[in-house]
């Protein structure tokens, strides 16, 4: 049934650079495409643009043209009696209530059956004051549970996201998790591999590659760890660490400390994921927390067997341990390595697990995700 | 309308048309909006009922259908048959009286049936607490749903048929239900659980999914239709033995005790009279051949003896053991010793049911248990009332004949008590009958403010032994026709009654009420004058004063200050601030280092640092308790800060100190950043744990595997290794050197303190820490400490040292065999004194190899902890002696100890040699001599006795 709704997709920018902004274009065009009527809406334009692919065939909103001010909290009884921060706050306030209404015009637009996808926690604060009489509203997770439950935003969800429509997680673990804290409204919704390269990987150069930011949730200290035990007994490999962050010097001096110069390449932020892994025959991810991790499919899809931590619901969700790829419990770098020596040791399964892996991470592929987005909007319409 | 999606089934029940308006609101306010309201209505239905049920029909025609039937009204079952028979949404789902879905229910339920495919779709319910006031969920329902999943077979989810899973909370397919035909059945009263049971053994596929479907159904009550029950359960057991799942009958045998026949046990207090008997009767009746006999043997002692009286109809001896089942650890009948040893739970016939040997009541004497004492009679006349009991008395103890008995009556949560000579003392075979009058006005005078209630209970002297007994009664013991005047101190004004009445936990109390108009006033006077506005913002304020007044005695405020003023003060030269354990303890290192100190007369202000309690710390010695201000401040001042495992993270160390970090332990597990937790954990928080490690200046280690592994875990400097062993060592060479002198006895002062004596050997059984940081409490020893001392008893007597962070929960014991010794300081001293060492992961197994003595390693669980928390060699290659993974493979070991050890002397030196090669007995005087070398005069460099050993 994909006679055209109405799509909202409320993100809390247009055009900021991150994953989840890549997510909200790529979902409302795949949206536009199975011909519903689909505007983005923004809570501000943001300064460090991302370089979209193509230009939208949809309407763009941005409701403020820069990131709001935040609420005035007053800092001790002297604050409380500053007239310019008054000011400055009672401006804020009707600034909100001005976009607020902007949004509820926009919704108030929308023929019967018409959706509003909320994909990050803040946009929710503009959402949920507006007027969406005759709209769903689903709200949208993109981290793990155990990360939210670690976060601020775990409070805030629980207030806020209660009452919706629908509160979309990742996995169904992580559904049933929020389950237990009595969201009863929670669903899942796994992640869209974006596509498929023509051609898998030949897994014929002996390296192992790992794609992230070089960030402290990336773990990529801990691959180096693991890679200085895997390295004497595979002289001829090489790991390829692609990405760039802030953590990139001390890493890169913790290398030089283990000794394995010789044996890691520092290949820098790249932009073709799939020649990366076209040039790689296993990919590794000791990440610390994930939520669904898109490299993990994107190697999946390029037929690469992956070695990863086991951090989060989304990794077991993806990988399915002794089949496509292998599994290490978080943060046991001796597993981590026990798995890197058996994938670069093992041609066979290599090329087995490979091949089973670009099989089994199409049940994520565009199609079926669209699909099962139709059948979520067909459930909440019953 | 087209068939909706999700039928729901709804007769009235005795919570009438409320119940009824509940659940019919709770599905027409489904998120899912295709659901219909089936209701059913008897024939006999109340005016009121029907008429909600009329409301709501035309309200919502489209939603709401009532179904007239000529149902009988006390059978549900033939009603709600109708409600199946009636329904035309693809799933059909039963809502009990009262029970409201919730609101996403139906929609969650149709969204896993239609994805899976399954015919049964079951989520979890949740039922009434007993008061009405909160929801609860079954226990055993978290094992039903670790996670939303989709079962083919009953023994993957085997608690759908084994507890009553399946009453309220499920939707069936409407084809399955017409395909397998499956109705209520409808001899049976409203508790039938046969439906359900049927319908998953019928169906082929079921989803479980992990969310709260039905809520607020009526809380269980156990004395409801008992018959019906066991029918019920009688019935799904012949269900699951004709499918051929035998293995889930015997399940739910044993589960059907637990489940429902203890906890009507468990309520018999709070009933009436004549409903124990009445209910006593009909389980005699009904209960025997229910519970086979080896079911019954797998319940716990005092649970097995409830079942079987209660399957006897012996209505007052299930009261006794609901007293047990309440009062954990009482003795609630006469106890027989048989001569085989056994103790029976009373006389007559011996009844493996009724055998009771492992509560250890028999190793107990009079005064040391806590005994059954059972109000019989309360009579009120006027200011006089009489009382009447019996003491219950176990065969093996009692009271002299000389014993004499008092009623007290103390103030609740008060210091305030009078007591008065029981009038009469019968004494005979199984207990002591009496009977005592009291003037109860004369004697209980309250002032009449915040000491209202009083509490009864009886003492009984013998001689120096005294035992203390509340008065047990059954609720319905006494009640408004009880009363007594009173006089309180503060006139009639202040309370005029006397009300006695039966706490929750079941024992005698007295009340002064208000009655009389006067006292009446007063009373509402005083509770608008504690109540109303201006009151109540009081009590806000003060609320708020307590609050601010907490946040000023906060960590978090403490150690700002320390860090903002206490840091600036001078360091004073010469003090030291030693802390073992985190305080719990004046042990281990740090007080070998500060005996060490003393002994040479080192110029020192030493001060000890303590958690909680002082007991044990010596008490010429300076004490600060741990985290207080005075604490901090010595702390920030000291020249020196000694230590074994790490003052407070938080802190930061005096840029003049010296910390000399003793350590508390050779490692097996892996430790600090080689730890999974630690890696996996977020980078504030690990730079937190490197800053506070590397707060250390001397770091003891006893070997280089410590180097390879400590030392490395925590990116220790290789300056700040000192290769000197550790100090709390030192005693063990002292012993070994004795022991090859002049022998292991006599044992000394400690051994005459802890009651051993010298035919029996002393094994010290010390097990590793289980639990994660933060986490205390009481956890299952790893080791049958009483399957030990029942085996080994008269041969070895068991010291057992729990963890510092932990404390053991033992069984009774013979005495002289078990010795709990988690209390004691010094872990040395135990060491030295025990002839052989059980342990599993614990670092003691480095230590005690020094000693050259009997090691035994009991690792049920080696190669899961080894999985899950990683180690640094494999135990089972390098273990100094035999590794039992088996409670029987580690008795079988000391059945031959001797022989067992002789295999294992060349392993044990090389252990001692590979993990405590720096181990040479002056490590306390290496270590002063390293660290405070600046304070050691010439005379205390001299006069050592070390020198000349180098």
Not at chain 1, 186 to 211: D, W, Y
Not at chain 2, 49 to 57: I, N, P
Not at chain 2, 475 to 495: E, I, N, Q, T, Y
Not at chain 2, 765 to 772: D, L
Request: glycine fraction near 8%; include cysteine.
């Amino acid at each position: 049934m994909s006679t055209g709704r109405d799509v909202f997709v409320v993100a809390n920018s247009t055009d900021e650079l991150g994953g989840v902004t890549g997510w909200t274009h790529r979902t409302a065009h795949l949206f536009q495409e199975r011909g519903h009527r689909v505007h983005t809406i923004g809570v501000h334009a943001a300064e460090l643009t991302m370089a979209l692919p193509d230009p939208p065939d949809y309407p763009v909103t941005a409701l403020y043209p820069a990131h709001p001010p935040t609420p005035w909290e007053p800092q001790g009884v002297r604050d409380r009696f500053r007239i310019p921060s008054r000011r400055r706050e009672a401006a804020r306030v009707k600034a909100k209530r001005k976009a607020v209404e902007r949004l509820s015009g926009i919704f108030r637009e929308a023929r019967p059956g018409g959706v509003v996808i909320v994909t990050q926690v803040w946009a929710m604060e503009w959402v949920g004051e507006a007027d969406t009489a005759g709209l769903k509203v689903i709200g949208m997770s993109h981290e793990s549970y155990d990360y939210s439950r670690a976060s601020h935003r775990y409070r805030w969800i629980k207030s806020h996201y209660a009452d919706l429509d629908r509160w979309l997680v990742l996995t169904e673990e992580d559904a049933d998790d929020w389950a237990g804290d009595g969201m009863d409204n929670v669903g899942f919704m796994p992640n869209a591999l974006a596509g498929l390269p023509p051609v898998p990987s030949p897994r014929t150069a002996k390296s192992v590659a790992s794609i992230g930011r070089l960030t402290d949730q990336k773990g990529i200290d801990m691959l180096l760890d693991a890679w200085a035990l895997v390295a004497p007994r595979r002289p001829d490999w090489t790991l390829d660490v692609y990405g760039a962050g802030e953590d990139e010097a001390a890493l890169r001096a913790q290398c030089t400390g283990l000794g394995l110069d010789g044996s890691v390449r520092w290949r820098g932020r790249t932009d073709d994921v799939p020649g990366a892994l076209a040039r790689s025959s296993v990919f590794v991810q000791s990440s610390r927390g994930e939520g669904f991790p898109l490299a993990l499919m994107e190697a999946m899809a390029s037929g690469v067997p992956c070695a990863a931590f086991d951090c989060a619901p989304g990794v077991r969700e993806i990988v399915r341990d002794g089949q496509d790829g292998l599994l290490a419990p978080a943060g046991d770098i001796g597993a981590l390595a026990d798995r890197l020596l058996r994938l670069t040791g093992n041609p066979r399964m290599r090329d087995a697990m490979g091949d089973r892996a670009r099989t089994g991470v199409q049940r994520f592929s565009e199609a079926e995700i669209v699909r099962r987005w139709e059948e979520l909007f067909a459930l909440l319409e019953r | 309308m087209s068939a909706p999606d999700v039928s729901c089934v709804i007769t009235p029940g005795p919570g009438g048309a409320a119940a009824l308006r509940t659940s019919v609101d709770s599905v027409l306010d489904q998120s899912l909006r295709a659901v219909e309201a089936l209701v059913v209505l008897p024939r006999d239905t109340d005016a009121s009922v029907r008429a909600a049920a009329g409301t709501y029909a035309g309200r919502a025609p489209d939603r709401v259908r009532v179904l007239d039937t000529d149902a009988p009204g006390d059978v549900p079952a033939v009603a709600r048959n109708a409600g199946l028979s009636a329904a035309r949404g693809t799933y059909v789902l039963v809502l009990g009286d009262g029970e409201r879905l919730r609101r996403h229910a139906c929609r969650t339920l149709w969204e896993a049936g239609e994805r899976t495919g399954a015919e049964l779709v079951a989520g979890c319910w949740s039922r009434l607490t007993e008061d009405g006031a909160k929801e609860q969920e079954p226990p055993w329902q978290h094992a039903l749903f670790p996670r939303s999943r989709v079962v083919t077979k009953l023994t993957d989810a085997p608690e759908l048929v084994v507890r009553d899973a399946l009453v309220t909370g499920f939707c069936l397919r409407r084809a399955a239900l017409e395909r397998f035909g499956a109705r209520y059945d409808e001899d049976l009263g409203p508790g039938d659980s046969v439906f359900g049971a049927r319908a998953a053994v019928s169906v082929g596929r079921i989803a479980l999914v992990r969310r709260r479907i039905v809520s607020g159904r009526a809380a269980a009550d156990p004395g409801h239709d008992l018959a019906g029950r066991v029918e019920a359960h009688r019935r799904i057991r012949e269900l699951l033995e004709a499918r051929g799942a035998g293995a889930l009958r015997e399940e739910r045998e044993r589960a059907f005790p637990l489940d429902r026949l203890v906890p009507l046990v468990h309520a018999f207090p709070a009933l009436p009279a004549a409903e124990r008997d009445r209910l006593a009767a009909t389980a005699a009746r009904v209960l025997p051949g229910c519970v086979p006999e080896p079911a019954l043997l797998t319940l716990p002692p005092v649970e097995r003896v409830g079942v079987r009286l209660l399957e006897r109809g012996d209505a007052d001896g299930v009261l006794g053991a609901a007293y047990a089942l309440r009062r954990r650890g009482s003795v609630a009948a006469p106890l027989v010793v048989r001569d085989d040893g056994r103790v029976q739970w009373r006389d007559g016939e011996p009844d493996p049911a009724l055998d009771v040997t492992e509560l250890g009541h028999q190793h107990r004497a009079f005064g040391e248990l806590r005994l059954m004492n059972r109000l019989t009679r309360y009579e009120a006349e006027g200011g006089g009332v009489l009382l009447e009991g019996r003491l219950v008395l176990p065969g093996h103890t009692g009271p002299g004949p000389a014993a004499t008995a008092w009623l007290e009556f103390r103030v609740r949560d008060g210091a305030r008590a009078v007591r008065l000579p029981v009038g009469e003392l019968r004494r005979d075979a199984t207990g002591i009958s009496w009977r005592a009058r009291a003037d109860l006005t004369r004697l209980l005078r309250p002032v009449g403010v915040r000491d209202t209630l009083w509490d009864a209970r009886m003492i009984v002297e013998d001689g120096p032994v005294h035992a203390v007994s509340d008065l047990f009664a059954p609720h319905d013991l006494v009640g408004p026709a009880h009363r007594s005047p009173a006089r309180p101190r503060l006139g009639l004004l202040a309370g005029d009654t006397w009300q006695p009445y039966v706490t929750l936990k079941d024992h005698l109390a007295f009340r002064l009420e208000a009655r009389h108009r006067p006292a009446r006033t007063v009373r509402r006077a005083v509770h608008y004058a504690t109540h109303f506005r201006p009151a109540r913002k009081a009590r806000l304020l003060l609320r708020a004063l307590g609050r601010r007044r907490d946040r000023l005695r906060s960590r978090a405020f403490k150690i700002s200050v320390y860090h903002s003023w206490f840091l600036r003060l001078p360091v004073r030269a010469g003090s030291a601030v030693f802390e073992s354990h985190m305080g719990t303890c004046y042990g281990d290192s740090p007080r070998a280092v500060h005996q060490e100190v003393r002994r040479r007369g080192l110029p020192l202000r030493c001060v000890w640092s303590y958690d909680r309690s002082r007991d044990g710390f010596p008490a010429g010695e300076r004490l600060v308790r741990r985290w207080s201000w005075r604490y901090l401040w010595e702390l920030a001042r000291a020249e020196y800060w000694i230590d074994n495992q790490g003052f407070p993270q938080h802190l930061r160390k005096p840029s003049g100190t010296t910390y000399l970090q003793t350590w508390h332990g050779s490692a097996y597990k892996r430790m600090g950043f080689d730890e999974t937790r630690v890696r996996m954990a977020n980078a504030p928080r690990r730079e937190l744990l490197q800053r506070a490690v590397h707060r250390f200046d001397h770091f003891l280690v006893r070997s280089e595997h410590d180097v390879r592994t400590l030392a490395h875990a925590y990116r220790l400097p290789e300056r700040t290794l000192l290769r000197t062993g550790y100090p709390r060592n030192d005693v063990l060479f002292t012993a070994r050197a004795r022991d090859e002198s002049e022998g292991r006895l006599p044992r000394g002062p400690l051994a005459e303190r802890l009651g051993l004596d010298d035919h029996r050997q002393v094994v010290l059984y010390a097990p590793t820490f289980r639990g994660g940081p933060g986490r205390r409490g009481r956890r299952r020893l790893p080791l049958d400490v009483a399957r030990f001392a029942e085996r080994f008893g008269d041969r070895y007597t068991l010291l057992v040292r729990a963890h510092y962070l932990e404390a053991a929960n033992l069984p009774v014991c013979p005495p002289g065999t078990v010795v709990d010794v988690s209390d004691h300081h010094d872990t040395g001293e135990l060491l030295v004194l025990a002839d052989a060492l059980i342990t599993d992961y614990s670092s003691v197994m480095f230590d005690y190899a020094l000693l050259d003595r009997p090691l035994v390693l009991f690792a049920p669980d080696l190669d899961t902890y080894a999985a899950e928390r990683g180690s640094y060699f494999d135990l089972r290659e390098k273990a100094p002696g035999p590794v039992a993974e088996t409670e029987d493979e580690l008795f079988e070991v000391f059945e031959r100890l001797k022989a067992a050890d002789t295999g294992f002397q060349a392993e044990r030196a090389a252990f001692a040699r590979e993990f405590g090669g720096y181990d040479r007995g002056d490590a306390a005087h290496a270590v002063v001599d390293a660290v405070f070398a600046r304070h050691l005069s010439r005379t205390s460099r001299t006069t050592d006795p070390g020198e000349d050993r180098r």
